[in-house]
């Protein structure tokens, strides 16, 4: 009586030794053991990573956005699209990169100014970087420093009243502080760090930037806006850096290399905490920069799936979704800075004193 536990016979033998009742019930108990069987013997199927993907987006009108990120509706970066690296503008709307600077030396890293009217941007001229202020639209260029040693990454702070640089003039490199003039120079860092890549708090009282000890790794720092004990924000054994201030200083987005040998961009609150993955796009991506209206962020890319190219300035939404290309020159593009909203002034007003904006 060997059949007696046998599970195949009551699911195949017994059902048709029955009345019909008897074989309908049966029935029912060989479609439910087919049916657990089948699932037993069903491979395991692991949930698909979500990758970001590029979307060549035409316009960034896609998005719903008229003006994408709530301001001047353009973004500034430095491109080696002619022979040496320069400044470029693009606009939101669709359109080709127009050229700022055309010179002889080098000239990247621009900075808006709070009223979205002037750029700031570092440039090499007889063999030593400084820092030098144009209009929007190229002209009125005037240099701001002139000291031994490599001035750079310039920004200015949200009253448009100091501008935080980096200097070499001491040696190592460490961040300053100056009037939008260039009077007043500062020493805020000064420390036996490499101190670099500084950004104003929304307040204008905190300074982000990136710094080493030594030869050891890279992390994120903040400091009080007049020098002091710097704070520690990230403490991780890969490079952290190249950090920027989400607009309603909650969050710092910054880049880092600590989910393999390729950057991605991350954001922490600015008090410290989790930290969230917002790029995997098998590419270094940094550089990130908020949108005035802290819906976007900005980023530079060194590789896109299925290109190849140098790298490119990318958009995605705050919680990196919906990844799309806003250059595509087949030549680096560094530094991406977004424009305020323009502020307009009245005829010989103080520029501190904005009447209107558009």
């Not at 080098?106 to 009223?115: G, K, T, V």
């Not at 982000?208 to 720092?221: L, S």
């Not at 924000?233 to 909650?250: K, R, V």
């Not at 880049?255 to 270094?284: C, H, Q, W, Y």
Request: charged residues 20%.
């Amino acid at each position: 009586m060997r059949h007696l536990n046998d599970p195949l016979y009551y699911c195949l033998i017994w059902p048709m030794v029955g009345g019909i009742e008897k074989l309908m019930h049966r029935l029912f108990i060989f479609c439910a053991c087919t049916l657990l069987i089948a699932l037993y013997l069903m491979p395991y199927a692991a949930p698909t990573p979500t990758v970001l993907a590029l979307q060549n987006t035409p316009t960034p009108e896609s998005l719903g956005n008229p003006i994408l990120g709530g301001g001047g509706g353009k973004i500034a970066y430095a491109s080696n699209k002619g022979a040496n690296f320069d400044i470029y503008v693009i606009s939101l709307d669709g359109g080709d990169p127009v050229r700022l600077t055309d010179s002889p030396s080098s000239e990247w890293r621009p900075a808006w100014s709070p009223d979205g009217r002037r750029i700031l941007y570092s440039s090499v001229v007889d063999g030593n970087e400084d820092l030098y202020v144009m209009d929007a639209d190229g002209s009125n260029r005037i240099r701001l420093t002139d000291a031994f040693g490599r001035d750079s990454n310039a920004v200015w702070s949200p009253d448009g009243k100091k501008l935080a640089f980096v200097s070499e003039r001491d040696g190592l490199s460490e961040i300053y502080v100056m009037d939008a003039d260039g009077n007043n120079q500062i020493n805020i860092t000064n420390n036996n760090f490499r101190d670099s890549f500084p950004q104003w708090s929304p307040d204008g009282k905190q300074i982000v930037y990136e710094a080493a000890i030594g030869t050891a790794n890279w992390d994120v720092y903040i400091i009080p806006a007049t020098g002091g004990d710097p704070f520690q924000l990230t403490d991780h054994p890969s490079f952290d850096g190249l950090p920027a201030w989400s607009p309603d200083g909650t969050t710092i987005a910054f880049a880092s290399a600590r989910d393999g040998s390729s950057m991605d961009i991350f954001t922490i609150p600015a008090t410290g905490g989790e930290v969230k993955k917002l790029t995997n796009i098998a590419s270094d991506d940094k550089f990130p920069m908020y949108s005035p209206d802290g819906k976007y962020i900005a980023f530079y890319s060194d590789e896109n799936p299925g290109r190849d190219d140098n790298g490119s300035i990318l958009i995605m939404n705050v919680d990196g979704s919906d990844v799309f290309l806003l250059t595509d020159d087949n030549v680096h593009g560094y530094y991406p800075a977004w424009q305020p909203p323009v502020v307009t002034y009245v005829r010989g007003d103080d520029p501190t004193s904005p009447v209107a904006r558009r």
